[in-house]
DNA sequence: TTGGAATGTCAACAAGTCTGACGTAGTTTT
DNA sequence: AAAACTACGTCAGACTTGTTGACATTCCAA
């Protein structure tokens, strides 16, 4: 692509920039998902399930379909880490009140045990990186995350957000 | 991004706050990935080819050991992905000159404009997002980035960054 | 009431990761 | 020179997580 060296104000859109931004994220990624793995490790669970039981504790109540679109993969593939969780009684699946068709999902006692465990690493790692940047490097972390999104994803973030706050 | 609230510098490590950067940061990262695994759709490779063709281009003549390190994958895995790319004569293996037990990396004319191709679909990708966010928001997302890499991680991100400068 | 759409389940398969064991060539140590 | 170690490759087997295809149930609207 090489964007050629251009004048000073947009110099950090070098490809050198953007390279470095693009295996930082490849990096940090790596560190960010590392608690979590780790502590799933020998569980037989692993991080479709991790994913699954965040989302299920962020919104309680929400049905498979919503589920599906915010992680992103067929509903088969949820369907089995859905299956194993509720097997083990992490999870609870309770049939639609106004429409039978729907499962709406609810953490057990057990499933809300092990995602705060899960949950409590990965805000640990993330407060720890959150402090040594400060709280302008983490408005600025924000902005770019939220722009890297693709624009159907962000829909699904701004709703969680607003669920949340 | 409408911090909400805040005013004391340190709200922003409220659960809540950290939450949402943690589900920023995963669908961050679906959309950092999206352009490269739909190039590669239906061509036989994947998110692992890309991975190896990205820093064998970084850093040319990288041994098999030091690209291992970087990947953080067992060298069977890697091996799988590299028997390919060699045999589709995407990279080229020279032995080393110093130690003859050493194979050096090289991408292949063929192989570097593949991942010429991959390269500036992902590069679009992050420097509409810089644009969009800014110069001070992309000097807060690298410093927060590089706070959440494992500190050994760091070192090879460091390593390519010399090399590449 | 009947047919289509939405929701979710079961089964089979593919990609990519892992561990373990082994082979070969080259290097270093003794 | 022999022994030990290192770098790399390969085979085999397992697991996680993603895919498509087929099917059952439920709802809704023509």
């Known amino acids: 692509?090489?964007?050629g060296q251009v004048g000073d104000s947009l110099l950090f859109l070098t490809d050198e920039q953007l390279r470095q931004g693009i295996e930082a994220m490849f990096f940090a990624y790596r560190g960010?998902?590392?608690g979590p793995d780790h502590l799933l490790e020998g569980t037989g669970y692993g991080r479709a399930h991790h994913r699954a039981l965040h989302f299920i504790a962020r919104a309680p109540?929400?049905?498979?379909?919503?589920?599906l679109a915010i992680l992103g993969v067929t509903?088969?593939?949820l369907n089995r880490v859905?299956?194993?969780l509720?097997?083990?009684e992490m999870v609870e699946s309770r049939v639609g009140r106004a429409d039978k068709r729907e499962r709406h999902l609810y953490l057990t006692e057990k499933g809300a045990a092990l995602e705060g465990q899960l949950s409590d690493a990965q805000r640990k790692?993330?407060?720890?990186a959150y402090r040594k940047a400060g709280p302008d490097a983490v408005a600025g972390f924000?902005?770019?995350?939220e722009a890297l999104m693709d624009s159907d994803i962000r829909k699904s973030y701004n709703a969680l957000r607003e669920a949340g706050a």
Request: no cysteine; charged share 25%; glycine share 4%.
């Open 61 to 67: 109540g929400m049905n498979v379909n919503r589920l």
């Open 82 to 84: 859905l299956r194993t």
């Open 86 to 88: 509720i097997a083990d």
């Open 125 to 128: 790692w993330m407060r720890d």
């Open 1 to 3: 692509m090489s964007e």
């Open 142 to 145: 924000r902005q770019v995350l």
């Open 75 to 77: 509903k088969q593939s």
């Open 32 to 34: 960010f998902t590392a």
